[in-house]
C-alpha cells in the first residue's frame, strides 16, 4: 500500500503505552462503552457503496448472536470521491442494518453540499474536492466551472434533482456523540476547549493541532476526517480514515466495555 506512504508520520507506536488517559495520568484505567451494548462506528466511506454493502455484511456477521444492543454510527463524509455517493445514501436510508439503532454523524463534504445549494459562488471550491463526482452519481455533468452563471445552473440541477429524502438526511446528520467514555465527530477537536463549547468549523473541518496533540480532551475522541494508513489507536483519540477512496480499505472501531476491536474490507476501490 505504498500510496499511503506520505501517511505514515501519523502513525505514533507505543503512544497507547505512554500518553495520559482519560484522566490525565499515564497507564490510567482503559476507556469503556456502556454495559449492555455494542458501537461498530464506521470511517468516511466517499461514495464507495461497494464498500459499504461490504462492511456492512461484516458487521452483521460480526453481532449475530450479540444479545446486547447494537447500535452502528457513521463518522460523515458519505459523499464526493467515489463515484457512487447517491447509492452510499439510498444504502443508509433504504438497506439499513437490521436490528442496529443507527446514527449519523455529519461530515464536512455534506455540509459542503449544502452550503453549495445556499450560495454556489462562495462554496466552487467543493466541485474540486469531490462535489464532481457526487454531483454525477445524482446524474449532473458538471467540470471546470469558470462563471456565476454555469456555478447557479449546476446549483439549479442539484436543487432538482437531489432527492427530498437525500436533502433530509444530510440536513438532519448529528454534529457529535457521547456515549461512555467516547465523544464521536467526524474531524476532530480543538485542544483545550471544553467539548461543550467546541467550535462547528473545527468538529468538521480540525487537523493540526488536534492530531499532533496528546492532551486529554476530557473523553476519547473517535473521528474520521484525516487519513491515516492504520487505525489510530490512542490513549486521548481514535482516528479510522484509511482512506477508503484509494485503499479500499474502509474501517469500523468496535466497542465494547473496555474492548476495543477493527473490522475492515480488504483492499481495492470498489463502487
Same mark, same amino acid.
Given at each position: ?5 506520505k501517511?505514515k508520520?501519523r !502513525? *505514533?507506536?507505543?503512544? *497507547?503505552?505512554?500518553?495520559p488517559g482519560?484522566d490525565?495520568r499515564? =497507564?490510567?484505567? *482503559?476507556p469503556?462503552?456502556p454495559?449492555g451494548? *455494542?458501537? $461498530?462506528?464506521v @470511517?468516511d466511506? %466517499?461514495? /464507495?457503496?461497494?464498500?459499504? #454493502?461490504?462492511l ?6 460480526d453481532?449475530?448472536g450479540?444479545a446486547g444492543k447494537?447500535?452502528?454510527? $457513521? !463518522?460523515g463524509d458519505?459523499?464526493?470521491?467515489g463515484?457512487?455517493?447517491k447509492?452510499v445514501?439510498?444504502?443508509l436510508l433504504?438497506?439499513p442494518l437490521? @436490528? +442496529?439503532e443507527?446514527?449519523h454523524l455529519?461530515g464536512n %463534504?455534506?455540509?459542503?453540499?449544502l452550503?453549495f445549494?445556499l ?7 467543493w466541485l474540486?474536492?469531490?462535489g464532481v463526482a457526487?454531483? %454525477?452519481s $445524482? @446524474?449532473? #455533468?458538471? =467540470?471546470?466551472?469558470?462563471s456565476? /452563471?454555469?456555478l447557479?445552473?449546476?446549483r439549479?440541477e442539484? &436543487? #432538482?434533482k437531489?432527492?427530498?429524502?437525500h436533502?433530509e438526511? $444530510?440536513?438532519?446528520c448529528?454534529l457529535c456523540h ?6 464521536f465527530?467526524?474531524?476532530?477537536v480543538r485542544?483545550g476547549?471544553a467539548l &461543550?463549547?467546541?467550535?462547528f ?5 480540525i487537523? #493540526?493541532? +488536534?492530531?499532533a496533540?496528546t492532551?486529554?480532551h476530557g473523553?476519547v475522541?473517535v473521528h474520521? /476526517?484525516?487519513i491515516?494508513?492504520?487505525? &489510530?489507536l490512542?490513549p486521548n483519540?481514535?482516528?479510522?480514515d484509511t ?8 474501517t469500523?472501531?468496535v466497542l465494547?466495555g473496555?474492548?476495543?476491536r477493527?473490522?475492515?474490507?480488504g483492499?481495492?476501490?470498489?463502487s
Open positions: 500500500m505504498a500510496i499511503l506512504d501517511f508520520p !502513525l *505514533r507506536a507505543g503512544a *497507547r503505552d505512554t500518553a482519560p490525565g499515564s =497507564g490510567a484505567a *482503559r469503556v462503552y454495559d451494548k *455494542r458501537l $461498530y462506528c @470511517g466511506i %466517499h461514495g /464507495h457503496a461497494g464498500l459499504l #454493502e461490504q456492512h455484511k461484516m458487521i452483521a456477521a453481532a449475530a450479540y447494537k447500535q452502528v454510527l $457513521y !463518522l458519505y459523499i464526493d470521491r463515484d457512487a455517493s447509492r445514501v439510498d444504502i433504504e438497506q437490521a @436490528g +442496529f443507527a446514527i455529519l %463534504h455534506e455540509q459542503a453540499l452550503d445549494l450560495n454556489p459562488e462562495a462554496m466552487a471550491a474540486g474536492f469531490g457526487a454531483l %454525477h $445524482y @446524474g449532473i #455533468e458538471a =467540470g471546470l466551472v469558470s456565476a /452563471h454555469q447557479e445552473k449546476i439549479a442539484l &436543487e #432538482e437531489l432527492p427530498p429524502s436533502r438526511f $444530510y440536513e438532519n448529528k457521547t456515549e461512555g467514555s467516547y465523544y465527530v467526524h474531524a476532530g485542544p476547549v &461543550e463549547k467546541q467550535n468549523e473545527d468538529l468538521l473541518w487537523r #493540526e493541532p +488536534f492530531t496533540s492532551a486529554n473523553a475522541i474520521g /476526517h484525516s491515516s494508513a492504520e487505525p &489510530e490512542l483519540r481514535i482516528g479510522i482512506g477508503a477512496f484509494v485503499t479500499g480499505v474502509l469500523a472501531l465494547e473496555e474492548q476495543q477493527i473490522l475492515q474490507t483492499g481495492t476501490p470498489t
